[in-house]
């Protein structure tokens, strides 16, 4: 778009400049002499499983209490949470006085192949709250599962009612399995001990795959759009963070595949089909405050996938935002910032209590 007031000569000049800078950063990114750092936020290790670690986020702000215990995904890295100083949401949870910590379920390997859901809804996630609550000395936390992390915290909610859960907040979390498109037929394909590796693992590259199935065209508008701002310092910052948390897959253990593949098959949590350790676990028995956030633009969890889940939670407070946003533009960048982190902010606080 021309700029209003430049001359030809100043336009030319411009672009001239532009291009020098286009090609400097090209050859930085081909090189690696260019890296984007990523997941700056001052943390500890305060506990640990196998791969698993409960990270605590330092901070001298917090005036909020109970803390916030994050659950993320099991398919990539956590860091898109906590992407870059500037964009944030560990960041701009901790300016609102949270205490906040994350479970991180690193990087699994053929150790982790046997592991099933119950491993981390009724192992993993019982034993971080409880640490949680020891380091805090409160008796109950904030959950916010994000993704595939969010069926992790709803199937805890579910099965263990006395969990001292004060709220549960999830975010893009599917219900109706079989409406995941693509996805669904990669979680439900009947070849799956084929796709396992020698080590009993799902590839990272399968589930790369996987994703970038559900928007073929995308990785090239992508690359379009570096093609034309490769000048900008800060877009191409932006773009090596984003793009390198895209291709950053981690396997997924056998045990949890095989259990999705039947999950899908039956659509387990709209028909109350899921078991756990043997115990048949009912969303309906979710008692708590419940907020479940959705994004009209999701192309890896649908609206017609995660839209059944709010009727499904028992509470008799919950809530459901949607907005127009997708999968990870509900958490990162402006829509994150105007109206998805304020919103969850504000529910998280009506939870909360100011500290003395």
């Known amino acids: 778009m021309e700029m209003p007031g430049l001359s030809t000569i100043d336009r030319i000049r411009r672009e001239v400049e532009r291009n020098a800078l286009r090609a400097r950063n090209g050859i930085r990114m081909a090189t690696g002499i260019q890296r984007t750092h990523v997941g700056l936020s001052t943390k500890d290790v305060v506990w640990s499983h196998g791969r698993t670690e409960l990270w605590h986020y330092r901070s001298d702000k917090v005036t909020m209490r109970p803390p916030l215990l994050i659950v993320y995904s099991l398919f990539n890295r956590s860091y898109i949470l906590d992407l870059r100083p500037g964009n944030s949401v560990v960041e701009q949870l901790q300016a609102a006085g949270f205490d906040v910590y994350m479970l991180d379920w690193g990087v699994p390997d053929e150790r982790d192949a046997a592991n099933r859901l119950e491993d981390y809804v009724d192992s993993y996630l019982p034993a971080a709250i409880a640490r949680v609550c020891e380091l805090s000395g409160s008796n109950s936390i904030n959950v916010l599962g994000y993704c595939f992390g969010g069926v992790?915290?709803?199937?805890?909610?579910?099965?263990?009612?006395?969990?001292?859960?004060?709220?549960?907040?999830?975010?893009?979390?599917?219900?109706?399995?079989?409406?995941?498109?693509?996805?669904?037929?990669?979680?439900?394909?009947?070849?799956?001990?084929?796709?396992?590796?020698?080590?009993?693992?799902?590839?990272?590259?399968?589930?790369?795959?996987?994703?970038?199935?559900?928007?073929?065209?995308?990785?090239?508008?992508?690359?379009?759009?570096?093609?034309?701002?490769?000048w900008n310092d800060d877009f191409v910052t932006a773009y090596q963070a984003m793009n390198g948390w895209a291709n950053d897959q981690v396997p997924l253990p056998g045990g949890v595949a095989r259990q999705l593949k039947q999950m899908t098959d039956d659509n387990a949590l709209v028909n109350d089909r899921i078991l756990l350790g043997g115990d048949r676990v009912r969303l309906a028995d979710i008692q708590v405050p419940f907020l479940h956030v959705l994004g009209l633009r999701d192309h890896i969890v649908p609206l017609a996938a995660a839209a059944p889940l709010i009727d499904l939670v028992g509470s008799a407070d919950k809530q459901e935002l949607r907005l127009d946003a997708g999968h990870v533009g509900l958490m990162v960048g402006r829509t994150a910032a105007r109206n998805t982190l304020p919103t969850l902010i504000d529910f998280l606080k009506q939870r909360s209590e100011a500290l003395p």
Do not use: W
Not at 152 to 166: E, G, K, Y
Not at 201 to 229: A, N
């Open 152 to 230: 992790l915290s709803v199937l805890h909610a579910a099965h263990h009612p006395d969990s001292p859960l004060r709220s549960l907040t999830v975010l893009t979390t599917p219900a109706d399995l079989q409406q995941l498109g693509p996805l669904a037929e990669m979680m439900a394909r009947s070849d799956l001990e084929g796709v396992l590796g020698d080590d009993g693992m799902v590839p990272p590259g399968v589930i790369t795959q996987g994703f970038r199935s559900l928007s073929p065209v995308g990785e090239v508008t992508s690359r379009v759009d570096l093609l034309e701002k490769l």
